[in-house]
């Protein structure tokens, strides 16, 4: 079972669901051509594609176009069903950074062919999360500047107001759809310069001075 740390209290969260926001930043939905959406696109990933800082991604051999995705993460601390604004605001405990790994060259192809596109987030290796910190010790999370470099050269940087749909928005949303419960991890949607990465690459994800995380792709 995978677990996630809050740093300040110790204290250990067993991972439960974990839910997605794809085109959250109005720039990146453009850069893939899409439109940007007047509600939350949710997608999910089981908990068994986490691994934690330090660790590999393993580039699967099925694919031939694996793109990084760096996001603010929610960590749920309570359940929620049917949450008012004010309510999902009190239900985030904590914020981590993370990798949500896609394979690019997949989800064109599902998309294409209107299928789902869950094999193109959900294999292993695919949610990379660094520890998470207490969000009443972070009073002005939108405005840190989340960033991805790969090999030491800056891919993605962007302050987090820039999401269309912010932190508590999107859990309220997702509470008025399925109970939220402690432990339930939410990736917030990438900002734009999303791009592929080689076998080897060496990937440094921030959040200001408060998070970080490191990986490469084996």
Known sequence: M??????????????GKILCVGRNYAEHAKELGNDVPSFPIIFIKPASCIIYSGENVEYPPYSQE??????????????IRKGSIDEAEDAIIGYGVGLDMTLRDLQNEYRKEGNPWTLAKCFDTSAVLSDFVMKDSVPDILEQEITLSVNGQMRQQCLLNMMIFKPAEIVSYLSERMTLEPGDLIFTGTPKGVSALQRGDELQGKIGSLLSLNTTVA
């Open 2 to 15: 995978k677990s996630v740390i809050l740093r300040e209290k110790k204290e250990e969260y067993h991972v």
């Open 66 to 79: 694996l793109h990084h995705e760096i996001e603010l993460v929610l960590l749920i601390g309570k359940t």
